[in-house]
T-cell receptor, first 113, second 111 residues
Framework: ETGVTQSPTHLIKTRGQQVTLRCSSQSGHNTVSWYQQALGQGPQFIFQYYREEENGRGNFPPRFSGLQLPNYSSELNVNALELDDSALYLC????????????FGPGTRLTVL | KQEVTQIPAALSVPEGENLVLNCSFTDSAIYNLQWFRQDPGKGLTSLLLIQSSQREQTSGRLNASLDKSSGRSTLYIAASQPGDSATYLCAVSSSYGKLTFGQGTILTVHP
């Protein structure tokens, strides 16, 4: 049990809508990263937050945004949903950037119709 | 741009066999390499982490090796069991912790 939780478990939206996914990191972890995993693929890095500031970003458009709050929670927001946004969204937390083990949550399955 | 490749894409073995999963990466400037397990529709469970200065790590029946200069890692599973059936992912870490994943190896261990 990693202690990283995500909500909701499943979500169905339609094209053009907006969605907010939530993650609660392990206590003491000041780094959270978000990944998108399409069916049959490895996870793709979206962005990372370290002490509430964005610390790196993958090849995702600006309609993917996020924030990290001081209470070890984090949000991923996606605007103007597209069909290709259907995926499993994973968050991962760690106590240090770069060298530490990253612990993943169970994910949120997003379906865009 | 870092690219990670895993071979084979799928593997089916009888229970009790020892097996090796392979992972290769194109840029040797990594901070660490992690092996994960993923059950269908679930999140990732970290199995082993090897820092860039290390050569191998062991946990129970699992042993992972790292050859950073050649861009290769292997995950060795001894005496496989049906409960080992899952997708195994390797990922390399950049300086700030961005993980680049391979596409995974789907392992099936049949009784």
């Amino acid at each position: 049990e990693t202690g990283v939780t995500q909500s909701p478990t499943h979500l169905i939206k339609t094209r053009g809508q907006q969605v907010t996914l939530r993650c609660s990191s392990q206590s003491g972890h000041n780094t959270v990263s978000w990944y998108q995993q399409a069916l049959g693929q490895g996870p793709q890095f979206i962005f990372q937050y370290y002490r509430e500031e964005e610390n790196g970003r993958g090849n995702f458009p600006p309609r993917f945004s996020g924030l990290q709050l001081p209470n070890y929670s984090s949000e991923l927001n996606v605007n103007a949903l597209e069909l290709d946004d259907s995926a499993l969204y994973l968050c991962a937390s760690s106590s240090q950037t770069g060298t530490d083990t990253q612990y993943f949550g169970p994910g949120t399955r997003l379906t865009v119709l | 741009k870092q690219e990670v490749t895993q071979i084979p894409a799928a593997l089916s073995v009888p229970e009790g066999e020892n097996l090796v999963l392979n992972c290769s990466f194109t840029d040797s400037a990594i901070y660490n390499l992690q092996w994960f397990r993923q059950d269908p529709g679930k999140g990732l469970t970290s199995l082993l982490l090897i820092q860039s200065s290390q050569r191998e790590q062991t946990s129970g029946r699992l042993n992972a090796s790292l050859d950073k200069s050649s861009g290769r890692s292997t995950l060795y599973i001894a005496a496989s069991q049906p409960g080992d059936s899952a997708t195994y992912l390797c990922a390399v870490s950049s300086s700030y912790g961005k993980l680049t994943f391979g596409q995974g190896t789907i392992l099936t261990v049949h009784p």
